[in-house]
């Protein structure tokens, strides 16, 4: 069988200098795991405007729907700030999105033990968190239309409309069940149905699939405001978070927080399966582009790596593989392995990207 392909888009500022980490582990698990990908690199965001002028080339965008997976980096900085929206970096990553039909975006919420006491809660409500949540992606109010700032009676209104087909809420909630199932085997809904009519849909859509293909999973539904209280009050009651697009947002924004640095947080943006059977995907950390550390090799690469973790996990059925990753990142944390954002009053000297990169290899070597 053939190899499976990756393409990887490093991008903009810290993008490429975490992603050459990426890289290092990719060619581990080929030299050690005998599990070899076909790795092709190309530009996204400002580096794909500097050399194209746009942001995206429309050959990455063929390659992108061609390959098994995409790794990202990071878009965007100073330097392209004044460019007219419509070429600005992150709209290549719009274009990703969009044209891959990436619907459901998974954010884990993993609080790693040794890094426990970086959150700002308690230490004993998040050591050990393992969440999921499972945000809409394609739709709702940020796609809805009409849309726009009208002149009303000699005033300005600003409208958007936050607007759902059963369609859409449907294969968002297949996901989150899907995932549910290889993990904890509960699923928590959140949407606003008390004021809005998208989300009576939203709810009985939800308890539709559920009934008709996943009643071995446990289903609850709670209203968004409640959501965003209970996560910053006992968040390990949740295990799969389901929402759509706009709470997804800040959900996701405020569950990744209870775990510490943005320099930990992995992404994945999946689609339909394709004809291997394999979803559309693209993997990314969460984090930007950082110009503050950009060129000082300080970036950590831990968000980076552990959104390959994730493509080995859903793109490629790697789930050993990826516990194998993830242990390896466990296990360097608890040796007291730290880049700068993750240094605690305690002080102590950081290692630098490509140090983290050595250690977490060495403990791959060690988990043979
Ligand atoms: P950012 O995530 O780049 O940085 C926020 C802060 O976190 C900075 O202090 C940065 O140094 C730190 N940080 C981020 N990642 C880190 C890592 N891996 N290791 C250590 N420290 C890390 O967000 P920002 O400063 O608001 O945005 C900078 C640029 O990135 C902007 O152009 C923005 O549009 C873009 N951006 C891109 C994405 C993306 O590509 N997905 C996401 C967010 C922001």
């Not at 149905?193 to 009934?211: C, F, K, P, T, Y």
């Not at 959501?227 to 924004?253: C, E, H, W, Y």
């Amino acid at each position: 069988m053939a190899n499976p392909s990756l393409l990887i888009l490093a991008g903009d500022g810290i993008g490429p200098e975490v992603m050459d980490e990426v890289k290092r582990i990719i060619g581990w698990f080929g030299d050690k795991r005998d599990l070899t990908f076909d790795v092709s690199e190309d530009l996204v965001g400002g580096a794909a405007y500097d050399a194209h002028g746009v942001p995206l080339h429309d050959d990455t965008m063929a390659k992108a729907q061609d390959v098994d997976a995409v790794l990202l980096g990071a878009v965007g900085g100073p330097k392209y700030d004044d460019l007219d929206f419509s070429v600005k970096p992150e709209r290549g990553l719009l274009r990703l999105r969009k044209e891959m039909d990436l619907f459901a975006n998974l954010r884990p919420a993993q609080c790693f033990d040794a890094l426990a006491d970086f959150s700002s809660l308690k230490k004993e409500l998040i050591a050990g968190l393992d969440i999921m949540i499972v945000r809409e992606l394609t739709s709702g109010v940020y796609f809805g239309e009409p849309r726009g700032i009208h002149i009303e009676n000699n005033m300005r209104v600003g409208i958007n409309t936050q607007r759902y087909t059963e369609a859409e809420i449907e294969r968002a909630a297949r996901a989150a069940f899907e995932l549910a199932k290889k993990r904890g085997n509960k699923v928590c809904s959140m949407e606003k149905a008390n004021v809005m009519e998208s989300g009576i849909l939203w709810r009985d859509v939800v308890n539709e699939v559920h009934q008709a293909d996943y009643a071995d999973v446990e289903l609850s539904h709670m209203y968004a405001d409640n959501g965003a209280m209970q996560l910053v009050r006992a968040p390990k009651q949740f295990d799969v978070i389901l929402t759509d697009n706009l709470f997804g947002d800040i959900l996701s924004d405020c569950a990744a927080m209870l775990t510490g640095s943005l320099g930990m947080l992995p992404s994945a943006s999946l689609g339909l399966p394709m004809a291997n059977g394999r979803p559309k995907a693209m993997y990314e950390p969460v984090h930007g582009s950082a110009p503050d550390i950009t060129g000082q090799a300080k970036a950590n690469p831990i968000a980076c790596i552990l959104s390959f973790a994730m493509a080995l996990r859903y793109s490629f059925d790697q789930g050993a593989e990826a516990d194998r990753l993830e242990a390896a990142i466990e296990k360097v944390l608890a040796d007291g392995a730290r880049t700068a954002d993750l240094m605690g009053p305690e002080g102590g000297t950081p290692l630098s990207t490509s140090e983290m990169g050595d250690v977490i290899l060495a403990a791959l070597d060690a988990s043979l």
